[in-house]
């Protein structure tokens, strides 16, 4: 791993790497084909493609297609829930771990909840090879999509799913590199989570975790369950929440530390909590009260 990277010099590298997908670089749609098809997405509410039963229970960012992050595609731009989260995630990867650009550059890389694409595009632009997740079906068709547009399909696999379908041999030792942001305190079972993601990793792998957390020294949890809302209206579809467990940064430690890895060192940057761990080498989990006894 390498030196500390220096933050804004990071960020404009790494925005300038987002220029590869302009409409100049579209290969497999017109400019106003791809344009429809994008607007045509935003706004879809659609349970039933989701195989919601009662849509009033899932969480709105599920129902209605909201997009991620921020992107300039040239002769328009779409503002996304997330804005330049994506760019800012790596930033503070890079600048405030013991991580450099070489470890996220050339790599088999697994994209946790991937939503409209937007770090999984950032990752292929660094020239890995990237196997992005999302289990709303209309987010993993729009990056499906881009992926398409772009040409990138090859080096962009992306799969309609949740994590906790990954817990079988295809996914085991493959991946250099997981990406697990804004993710982790959606779970009902982290800790299952956590062991999954081990498991794709192969030796010496690494995994970035970004959460919502506490900013505590103290080993705690809050559970706000999935009727907590924040932000928004019910009548925009647009409220943030349906968190499961929040953790402080010494209880994302010993959860990450437990389930096998590493090195953990947990940080809380910019109001979000980080954590990166390595897998040295597979070990056992200890096996009593798990919710799938026979994981891996």
């Not at 791809?34 to 009662?54: A, N």
């Not at 103290?218 to 968190?243: A, K, V």
């Not at 994302?252 to 890895?261: A, Q």
Request: aromatic share 12%; charged share 25%.
């Amino acid at each position: 791993m390498k030196n500390k990277s220096n933050g804004m010099q990071l960020y404009s590298y790494l925005m300038d790497k987002m220029q590869a997908y302009t409409t100049i670089n579209l290969v497999n749609v017109s400019e106003d084909e791809f344009k429809e098809c994008l607007f045509s997405l935003i706004g879809t509410i659609d349970p039933d493609t989701e195989g919601y039963k009662d849509a009033r229970k899932q969480r709105d960012l599920s129902v209605k297609f909201t997009w991620g992050h921020d992107h300039d595609f040239g002769p328009f731009k779409l503002e996304g829930r997330m804005g330049d989260r994506h760019i800012r995630l790596f930033c503070n990867y890079l600048s405030c771990f013991d991580l450099g650009l070489s470890d996220i550059q050339g790599k088999d890389i697994f994209d946790i909840g991937c939503w409209t694409g937007g770090t999984s595009l950032l990752l292929i632009a660094l020239g890995n090879r990237v196997t992005a997740i999302e289990e709303v079906k209309k987010y993993a068709y729009a990056v499906k999509y881009l992926a398409n547009a772009f040409g990138i399909q090859r080096d962009l696999i992306v799969e309609a799913k949740s994590l906790f379908d990954c817990n079988d041999d295809s996914y085991y030792a493959r991946f250099d590199v997981v990406h697990f942001s804004g993710v982790i305190y959606h779970l009902t079972d982290p800790i299952i989570g956590l062991r999954i993601v081990f498991n794709s990793l192969r030796p010496g792998g690494i995994c970035l975790v970004e959460s919502a957390g506490i900013d505590s020294d103290d080993l705690i949890c809050r559970c706000e369950g999935c009727s907590s809302y924040h932000m928004g209206t019910q009548e925009n579809l647009d409220r943030g929440g349906w968190n499961w467990f929040i953790p402080s940064k010494p209880t994302l430690k010993l959860v990450m530390e437990n389930v096998g890895f590493k090195n953990v060192e947990t940080k809380f940057i910019d109001g979000r909590l980080y954590a990166v761990g390595i897998k040295k080498q597979w070990e056992d989990i200890v096996r009593a009260g798990l919710s799938i006894p026979n994981i891996r």
